[in-house]
């Protein structure tokens, strides 16, 4: 008998997630209506310091662009998108750059947006995923940095240094690889992980093959997701996965109590990041195959009246549901309350 945490919300096997880097305007009408069709919420990694004007940084291919502004990334928070700093300036960020780069866009991005900005996007490449530039993330509480490294998130990684998956027309010299909407999603049913998907700003033509993909290509991308993942898969906007992963990280499990007459749990966060916004956690109890006729799990929160909550049983003796954790939760069940309810 035992109480588990699933490695993902829900209890689902893998992960999905998409990323627009540089926050253009022109997402609203080319890329929005798709994930607004399929129920798959996005994420716009935003420059703070061209926050509503024309995009203009050296030869850049999407200058003359438009970055959004207060009102357009409001409007994606509303429809369940997130935002992530892309830096203040989009240029090499070196020591000395750390504070406005990483500190002062973010809470420039917070206040406009109203809403925590949780996770850092490094610009241009690689290069500031350097380690002044992890260290100062970290001192500035994001909960993750998202790199341009084409490779699967598992469960245990590093969340200072996580993955994306280029969704473009083909890479750069010499490979020159085509765009393939199946790419990693085997590989993340098999490892049950996390893709993370990044662009820029499909429309009806990738603006350039090497930085995006198509608006078709896109929207075929999510339809092979939704078909290979069914299920199996949790389309989410990686603010929530990262608040998941880095609770699921701080929590323990405790057992007060197996025999019998009931199975006793406590949860205990140690050092939990105060950044964290969402403590939910998917369990798992392993329990008497009698006491899942009509379950009942009970919850106890220090300071807080007793709640019950109706697990869902996933697979036999096997019971799974999602709950707001926190420090000192206590999680039973039990034969007498199998008895009370069967009315015996």
């Given at each position: ?25 022109e997402l609203h ?158 590989f993340a049913q ?33 339809e092979a997701v ?119």
């Amino acid at each position: 008998m035992s109480l588990s945490i699933c490695d993902w919300k829900h209890g689902k096997r893998w992960v999905y997630s998409i990323t627009y880097d540089e926050a253009l305007v022109e997402l609203h009408r080319f890329s929005v209506p798709h994930h607004e069709a399929f129920g798959i919420p996005g994420h716009v990694e935003a420059v703070a310091g061209h926050i509503g004007k024309v995009r203009q940084i050296g030869q850049s291919s999407y200058n003359g662009f438009h970055h959004m502004g207060a009102e357009g990334l409001r409007d994606l928070l509303d429809r369940g998108w997130g935002v992530g700093n892309h830096s203040w300036s989009h240029e090499v960020i070196g020591p000395d750059d750390v504070e406005r780069e990483l500190g002062d866009a973010k809470k420039l991005l917070e206040d406009v947006i109203g809403a925590p900005v949780p996770l850092f996007c490094s610009p241009g490449s690689n290069v500031n995923m350097s380690d002044h530039v992890l260290e100062a993330a970290r001192r500035y509480g994001y909960l993750g940095a998202m790199s341009i490294t084409d490779a699967l998130n598992r469960p245990g990684d590093e969340l200072f240094w996580l993955n994306r998956t280029p969704l473009h027309e083909q890479y750069y010299a010499p490979f020159f690889s085509a765009y393939d909407p199946y790419r990693n999603i085997r590989f993340a049913q098999e490892e049950g992980g996390w893709i993370i998907d990044y662009c820029h700003c499909p429309l009806e033509k990738a603006v350039h093959p090497n930085k995006d993909c198509s608006e078709a290509q896109l929207r075929r991308r999510f339809e092979a997701v939704l078909t290979e993942g069914g299920d199996a898969v949790w389309c989410a906007n990686p603010d929530e996965v990262i608040n998941y992963h880095v609770t699921r990280r701080h929590t323990q499990v405790e057992t007060l109590q197996a025999d019998d007459s009931g199975h006793r749990y406590r949860l205990t966060m140690a050092d939990l990041p105060p950044t964290v916004t969402c403590t939910e956690l998917t369990l798992d109890m392993v329990a008497e195959a009698a006491w899942c006729g009509k379950p009942r799990v009970a919850i106890a929160r220090p300071g807080r009246e007793p709640e019950t909550v109706i697990p869902q049983v996933v697979r036999p003796r096997t019971l799974r549901f999602t709950i707001e954790a926190c420090d000192g939760l206590e999680i039973g069940i039990g034969q007498a309350d199998a008895t009370r309810r069967t009315g015996a």
